[in-house]
């Protein structure tokens, strides 16, 4: 998998400078409803500035994202009008493609320069816009169009030209870690809480549409989107339960996905009996934390971080009668709320087992034999 990064590259000129650029930018944040906090641990978002003895004060953000010209405009845009100065992105996507926009809202500039590929992305190169603005236009032409492995290698050619320091181009939190950018300051933000909070709500969370094989694992994953709880149950159910033919081993919960290994919570099952006299395997996690849900108004790909980020999920092994397999129904309870859990089984998309058997057997008939394994309605139970 490729690098993703976004940052925003401004000139310095006699009246701009890294406290004056950061001030605008702080304007624009507050703006769009943040709030300047004292630590790490208490923002929704950061953003960090590098400024040495060269042309650029370098910024970048785990909330800003240069992947349409409408996240140029709401930042960028107000930034080089107010300062009067030239504004640059440089965005790199999943290093398929790396795409620069360079813009001055006084004198019109707006040149973009594109190299390689990414779905979705339609903006093309504009090379002669750039006329001025690049120490060697033909050079830089060249760099544009010459193949690369990864996207952003073509910055070792272009930053020269655009006068930016060695890997000044890729300026990014994640090089910040590395203590590439040791002078980078970085500053925290946060979004407003909920006026009143709101109880815990679990959704599935990347559904496995895989069904389970008896005797290897299998994970399910879920994220809170309601207020921040403590407590979880976790229940298996299905037509097996009653009479013991499949059961679990090596059930745990998994939380933390930034981390490596995962830190987890080994729970023990116990059989009982609903209200409506169906039986279910159950476990409680009382102590076990549900990080609230992700706040409106994050960019999409922090957005999708964040819910990565904060999302959980239960590995469990099944044993037992491989014909019940896809009666297993897996459900998360939180235990402030209990009406805000959520279920899975691997055919809840489809209708049914036998719609569920056909449409796995149509997508994976055309990977064989490397694919997932085809299903024989024969050797499953089907009645629904």
Not at 60 to 80: A, H, K, R, Y
Request: net charge negative; with cysteine.
């Amino acid at each position: 998998m490729g690098v993703f990064f976004s940052n925003l590259q401004i000139r310095k000129t006699e009246t701009v400078s890294k406290d004056t650029a950061f001030a605008l930018l702080a304007e624009r944040l507050e703006a769009h409803g943040f709030s300047r906090v004292g630590k790490a641990d208490e923002a929704d978002l950061t953003v960090s500035v590098f400024d040495t003895n060269g042309k650029w004060i370098s910024v970048c953000s785990d909330g800003i994202e240069f992947d349409t010209e409408t996240s140029v405009q709401s930042i960028c845009n107000p930034l080089s009008q107010q300062l009067k100065t030239d504004v640059l992105t440089v965005s790199c996507f999943d290093s398929d493609c790396l795409l620069l926009h360079r813009i001055n809202q006084i004198s019109g500039l707006d040149a973009w320069a594109k190299v390689g590929r990414y779905p979705g992305m339609k903006q093309r190169s504009t090379p002669a816009k750039w006329k001025g603005l690049v120490s060697d236009v033909a050079l830089w032409t060249a760099a544009l169009k010459e193949e690369q492995v990864f996207a952003e290698d073509a910055l070792v050619k272009l930053e020269p030209l655009l006068e930016l320091l060695p890997d000044q181009g890729r300026f990014c939190s994640e090089l910040i870690a590395e203590g590439l950018y040791e002078s980078a300051e970085s500053f925290f933000f946060a979004l407003p809480e909920a006026e009143k909070p709101k109880p815990p709500q679990l959704s599935l969370h990347l559904p496995s549409m895989m069904p389970c094989d008896i005797g290897k694992d299998t994970f399910v994953g879920a994220i809170n989107t309601g207020g921040k709880s403590f407590g979880i149950a976790i229940a298996f159910s299905g037509s097996y339960v009653e009479t013991d033919e499949i059961r679990f081993r090596d059930v745990q919960l998994e939380f933390d996905f930034d981390r490596h290994p995962r830190p987890t919570v080994p729970l023990s099952l116990e059989k009982r009996q609903t209200q409506d006299g169906r039986w279910i395997y159950y476990a409680e996690a009382p102590q076990f934390q549900l990080p609230s849900g992700v706040k409106e108004g994050f960019p999409p790909m922090k957005a999708l971080k964040e819910q990565f980020r904060r999302g959980f999920g239960l590995r469990f092994t099944p044993e037992g009668n491989a014909r019940k397999r896809l009666d297993i129904t897996v459900h998360f309870i939180p235990l402030k709320n209990p009406e805000g859990q959520c279920a899975w089984c691997v055919w809840m998309f489809s209708g049914s087992k036998r719609a569920f058997v056909a449409q796995h057997n149509q997508i994976w008939a055309q990977h064989q034999p490397h694919g997932a394994p085809l299903l024989d309605e024969n050797e499953l139970d089907l009645d629904d």
